[in-house]
């Protein structure tokens, strides 16, 4: 059955096509004990590339089989699950998820499990009301961070950046990507990688990037191909689609969206995309009745279910559905769309699509001369919007500046639109920025038709209505030939809008620059750009390299930061007029631009604060971290074995806890009110083991000037722990079983033993049951103290409980340090999650300690980990010498074949 093994490897490796191709070699008979096997691998690799009917049939007889298994049935029901989610059956494929997980945990099948959970919020996720999908992200990341596969831990990073990128959060998908591609170097999967590439062009769209999206999308469809994954082939014109609206190619939009609807036949999540894309292009191109056809094509392929929740996709029709309106001016039809429409976000706690909703509601009050209710549907909007986008944001700052115009005219506003066009320029979609479009031709009312005729024929490119307000507000710039005339303060109106701009630099700089130009306060601006050494500057009124001087001397002109990365800083750099007002100005300007960079700074900490790992874990507890389900057995066991007075035999690799729990044991016994002895067996002199244990009388051998009781009755009562028990004098070793026959002890030079009652439990890092074989530990020894074994697994085993034990080591030392809430970025937890930690809690513990005490901030940005640290994957103990010589000091080697 070489080519069924090779079909399976095959799958696991994301190989859909050539694992069809290994199967297509084998027609086993149904009685063969190879056909269960062979019909189950068919039919996922079906259903994977598309062919549903077919694997829906293998798998339902997989169902009937004779030979099934709990595992079978698992697998079984996850490819029906998925066939019915492609088929829009989505309350049915819930179901069946479910079904399927239930059977993968009786068959004690852990990374099948994690699989099916994933496949589970990668599909009906967005029908999951908000607190069950808030439940099942959690599962999942202890799911598949507790398997240790690096293919598994990268299908869990990939999903969660799909998440954070459908609500808008695309600074939060970036660590998950990151990491994702990190685990893929060590385990390549081109099913994987696609649907990375495909998330990594989703991540270029939303910041306007459209080249390296494109590449990243082209990139996905090769690995697709490569992997013959039918939705993920799909989803790439989709994307590509998506790309060319965002940059006004509806010809080329459409085009990718009908030859995708032609692959889409039978795969309902990729129709739903596509018909959304093909709504808004057809929208965009002011194309009303084809756009009302589409949209209600798009909510009869929808599913309607009474059992179901609400799904993103509704809120996305309810949202193309209210600009529909907008658009024709039907303000009270638009109104009504966006208020049943934030019903449904409520309910399903997405404040995006709310923010998004309120923002089209209020243009339409706006319209209606509703302004007092305008106003509260778009506070509303800010209050929510902290966890939103820059482009959002400027969107709540469009209405607001329409509401200004109507209370105060269109020359105050004017400044505070020219911002949110050029911020929407460079960060909104389409749909937000032909928003902006239809609000400026409605609030500024221009006369010129030509610049009416451009916006008409490209909605979504604002630069005609850029040039067109500059050219209208040329009073107060800067001149070639020196300073303007006039100097007027900067009114709170036209500062505002900047606050929202610091988490972008190169946005901030510029408005900067343009507000200290119109003021007329500047003798000479420039923004500087410094990368490394190197620094370009734009200047006005002096040259780009009088700029740069200038900014140099000390004391030679004003410099304003706006922020930047390391290594690529940008600031404004002004010389006022020589005028006590003037410097007033700069200096409202320069304190405009330290707020917003005080804003962004805190509402990254904010996002540093909310991890998405370890939501769903248990706090860390006084007596150790219990977390991982592993961890939780071995508690269990630990509190039944409390109670008795046996033996307790420990075994873990060093630093995985086993003083700990052995503690817990002793804390949890009748013994707790006294003492628990911890006694380190390896660091006792040679020769020295019987005395120290047992104790000696004074003038049994040449220096014992003294009684002494020993490490034994010193004990007496309690609880003693023997660490490193393998590493125990051979010669003692028969004193110690007597003692742990008969309870007593026979001290060196005493003539007769004495009896004390304590109870040992046996600790070692070694493989104990090798020293036994090798003859370096008693055998009889080692069977009495094996009668209550504990093995601890090392911590790469139980990743899940990392997250835990860094937030509670941080809170442990970042309150010695005066910094009580001290806590890690996303990007920094992803890397301590996936490094291997030869060392393991205390390797870890000491990690964290030495973050803490460099900690300058409340949140630490920096991991402290090399790029071997978090790829090499600690030490191989199977590799041999000669292999380790052979490699040059260049090569790395990365296992594969075995959990991270």
């Known amino acids: 059955m070489e080519h069924l093994a090779q079909a399976d490897a095959e799958i696991a490796r994301g190989r859909f096509r050539a694992a069809l191709e290994h199967l297509a070699e084998l027609q086993p008979r149904r009685e063969s004990r190879h056909y269960l096997s062979w019909n189950l691998s068919t039919a996922e690799a079906l259903q994977l590339t598309g062919r549903n009917d077919r694997a829906r049939r293998l798998a339902a007889a997989a169902q009937r089989a004779a030979g099934r298994t709990r595992r079978t049935d698992a697998r079984s029901l996850a490819i029906l699950a998925r066939a019915a989610f492609d088929d829009g059956k989505v309350k049915r494929s819930a179901q069946l998820f479910d079904r399927a997980h239930a059977a993968a945990e009786r068959a004690q099948d852990p990374e099948l499990a994690a699989t099916i959970l994933l496949d589970r919020l990668a599909t009906v996720g967005d029908w999951l009301p908000a607190a069950d999908a808030d439940r099942s992200v959690a599962q999942c990341e202890r799911a598949a961070t507790s398997t240790g596969y690096p293919h598994v831990g990268a299908r869990l990073q990939v999903v969660s950046a799909g998440l954070r990128l459908r609500h808008g959060r695309a600074d939060r998908a970036a660590p998950h990507l990151r990491t994702a591609e990190m685990l893929l170097r060590a385990s390549p999967n081109p099913w994987l990688e696609a649907q990375l590439h495909l998330s990594n062009a989703m991540l270029h769209a939303s910041r306007r990037e459209a080249a390296a999206g494109a590449r990243q999308a082209r990139k996905a469809l090769a690995c697709a191909r490569q992997s013959g994954h039918a939705v993920t082939l799909g989803s790439v014109n989709a994307e590509l689609a998506h790309i060319h609206l965002a940059e006004g190619r509806f010809r080329r939009a459409a085009g990718r969206c009908r030859d995708g609807l032609e692959q889409a036949s039978g795969l309902f999540p990729l129709r739903v995309r596509l018909l959304e894309l093909l709504?808004?292009?057809?929208?965009?191109?002011?194309?009303?009745?084809?756009?009302?056809?589409?949209?209600?094509?798009?909510?009869?392929?929808?599913?309607?279910?009474?059992?179901?929740?609400?799904?993103?996709?509704?809120?996305?029709?309810?949202?193309?559905?209210?600009?529909?309106?907008?658009?024709?001016?039907?303000?009270?039809?638009?109104?009504?769309?966006?208020?049943?429409?934030?019903?449904?976000?409520?309910?399903?706690r997405d404040r995006l699509h709310g923010a998004v909703l309120r923002v089209l509601g209020a243009d339409a009050l706006v319209e209606m001369d509703r302004l007092q209710d305008a106003a509260d549907w778009i506070d509303l909007a800010a209050r929510q919007s902290e966890p939103l986008t820059v482009a959002v944001r400027a969107q709540i700052e469009r209405v607001r500046t329409a509401l200004l115009t109507r209370a105060s005219g269109?020359?105050?506003?004017?400044?505070?639109?020219?911002?949110?066009?050029?911020?929407?320029?460079?960060?909104?979609?389409?749909?937000?920025?032909?928003?902006?479009?239809?609000?400026?031709?409605?609030?500024?009312?221009?006369?010129?038709?030509?610049?009416?005729?451009?916006?008409?024929?490209?909605?979504?490119?604002?630069?005609?209505?850029?040039e067109h307000s500059a050219n209208g507000a040329g009073a107060g710039r800067l001149a070639s030939g020196g300073p303007a005339r006039g100097v007027w303060p900067v009114p709170l109106a036209h500062a505002a809008p900047l606050l929202e701009l610091g988490e972008r630099p190169a946005l901030l700089a510029r408005e900067l620059f343009l507000l200290l130009g119109e003021s007329g306060c500047a003798a000479s601006i420039a923004i500087l750009q410094q990368q490394d050494e190197r620094i370009a500057a734009v200047a006005e009124g002096w040259t780009p390299e009088e700029a740069v001087r200038t900014a140099r001397k000390p004391g030679g002109a004003g410099v304003i930061p706006a922020g930047g990365a390391p290594g690529n800083d940008l600031s404004v750099v002004v010389v006022p007029r020589d005028d006590a007002l003037s410097r007033a100005v700069v200096r409202d300007v320069e304190a405009v631009a330290h707020s917003a960079r005080t804003l962004a700074s805190d509402r990254v900490r904010e996002r540093a604060r909310s991890s998405p790992w370890g939501?769903?874990?248990?706090?860390?507890?006084?007596?150790?971290?219990?977390?991982?389900?592993?961890?939780?057995?071995?508690?269990?066991?630990?509190?039944?074995i409390a109670a008795s007075d046996e033996p307790v035999l420990i075994v873990g690799e060093t630093g995985t806890g086993k003083e700990v729990v052995a503690r817990l044991i002793h804390r949890l016994s009748p013994r707790a009110r006294n003492e628990f002895t911890a006694f380190n067996c390896s660091e006792v002199p040679a020769g020295m083991a019987e005395s120290v244990l047992f104790g000696h009388r004074s003038g049994a051998y040449t220096g014992a000037t003294a009684n002494y009781g020993g490490i034994i009755r010193g004990a007496a009562g309690g609880t003693l722990l023997l660490d490193e028990i393998a590493d125990l004098e051979s010669s003692v070793q028969p004193k110690l079983l007597r003692f742990l026959d008969r309870g007593d002890v026979h001290p060196l030079g005493e003539q007769k033993p004495v009896h004390v009652d304590v109870r040992i439990i046996a600790a070692t890092n070694r493989a104990i049951d090798q020293r036994m074989r090798d003859g370096k530990l008693r055998e009889d020894l080692y069977f009495r103290l094996n009668i209550m074994r504990l093995d601890i697994p090392p911590l790469r085993e139980r990743r899940e409980e990392i997250p835990v034990l860094v937030h509670h080591f941080l809170r442990r030392f970042g309150a010695a340090r005066g910094i009580p809430h001290l806590t890690v970025a996303d990007e920094v937890l992803d890397e301590l999650r996936t490094h291997d930690w030869p060392g393991n809690v205390r390797e870890l513990e000491n990690h964290i300690r030495r973050l803490a005490a460099l900690a300058t901030d409340d949140v630490v940005t920096s991991s402290g980990l090399t790029a071997a640290d978090t790829t090499g994957a600690g030490k191989d103990e199977e590799a041999s010498p000669a292999d380790a010589g052979a490699r040059t000091p260049d090569e790395l080697l990365v296992r594969t074949d075995r959990p991270l």
């Open 410 to 466: 269109t020359e105050t506003a004017r400044r505070r639109f020219d911002i949110t066009l050029r911020v929407l320029a460079a960060e909104g979609d389409a749909a937000a920025r032909m928003d902006a479009a239809a609000s400026y031709l409605r609030t500024m009312n221009p006369v010129n038709e030509q610049l009416r005729r451009q916006v008409r024929r490209r909605p979504a490119n604002l630069a005609p209505l850029i």
């Open 279 to 348: 709504a808004q292009i057809e929208l965009a191109q002011g194309r009303w009745s084809e756009c009302d056809k589409l949209l209600a094509s798009l909510q009869h392929a929808l599913p309607r279910d009474a059992a179901l929740h609400w799904s993103r996709h509704d809120l996305e029709v309810r949202v193309l559905q209210a600009r529909l309106r907008l658009a024709r001016r039907e303000w009270p039809a638009g109104l009504s769309i966006c208020e049943s429409g934030l019903e449904i976000a409520a309910k399903r």
């Open 615 to 640: 939501s769903g874990l248990p706090p860390a507890r006084d007596d150790g971290v219990f977390a991982s389900e592993s961890m939780l057995r071995l508690l269990a066991q630990g509190r039944g």
